[in-house]
């Protein structure tokens, strides 16, 4: 089935959702849904990209870098009488890469999926915050030629990945109503270990020609949360 990954993820982004609205309506602690602009830097998945564009120089548009994407998340933090608090969040991010030219319309597609735990820090009536997250990332790599699914052996060729992430973030809160806040925030993240064997051979064709390591990853985003 094409895109199963993204399914996936999609359904458990929904299934978090609603578990999280649940348990906030019988607890009234705070629920927050995020939407973000993500910038991805990964030093391996860039050499990958470059080695496909310098090999191809009949190619008049360039593959561009899987580096631009959107993250959509959502978050639910646990009561708490001191300025700390703790939570859980699911988010899942995706970037693409797309070049046409003549005869050759190539798009790559990264989806990412992070579960984890939150450390959250604000004073009362501060609306300064910071947030630690702690994570599990899942990844997963297509590639599209001509609008049709990359295969090789006659079977989808996809990469999928997994490892751990940590990042911080910062933001600060707009009071809407007695019980709705908006936040604009930042936060950069690092996967320093992202477990990836066949991301090669699908952005490059290749393996084991850039590197044998598995690629790190370090992100930074601008977003706006909604908290109730």
């Known amino acids: 089935m094409k895109n199963k990954f993204v399914f996936f993820c ?29 910038y991805l830097y990964s030093k391996l998945l860039n ?21 631009h994407g959107f993250n959509l998340s959502v978050s639910y933090l646990f009561g708490s009488s001191s300025d700390f608090s703790h939570g859980i969040g699911l988010s899942y991010s995706r ?12 798009t790559f597609n990264q989806n990412f999926a992070k579960l984890g735990y939150i450390l959250h820090y ?21 590639r599209q030629i001509n609008d049709e699914t990359f295969e090789f ?32 925030f930042i936060d950069v993240g690092y996967a320093p270990y992202f477990y990836s064997p066949n991301t090669e051979s699908i952005l490059n064709q290749t393996t084991e020609l850039i590197s044998e390591e598995q690629p790190s990853l370090f992100n930074t985003s601008f977003g706006i949360m909604l908290r109730r």
């Open 10 to 38: 999609f359904s458990i982004f929904l299934i978090g959702f609603f578990s999280f609205f649940l348990v906030h309506k019988s607890t009234a602690q705070q629920l927050r849904f995020g939407v973000t602009y993500t």
């Open 47 to 67: 050499q990958n990209i470059q080695t496909y564009n310098f090999s191809r120089p009949f190619l008049e548009k360039k593959q561009p870098l899987l580096s």
């Open 95 to 106: 970037f693409g890469s797309s070049a046409e030219n003549e005869g050759l319309n190539s």
């Open 122 to 142: 604000q004073k009362d009536e501060n609306p300064f915050y910071t947030e630690l997250h702690i994570s599990v990332i899942g990844g997963m790599l297509g």
């Open 153 to 184: 052996d006659g079977e989808t060729a996809r990469a999928y990945g997994v490892g751990g992430h940590i990042g911080i973030r910062t933001g600060y809160e707009f009071t809407l109503s007695d019980k709705l806040f908006l936040s604009p």
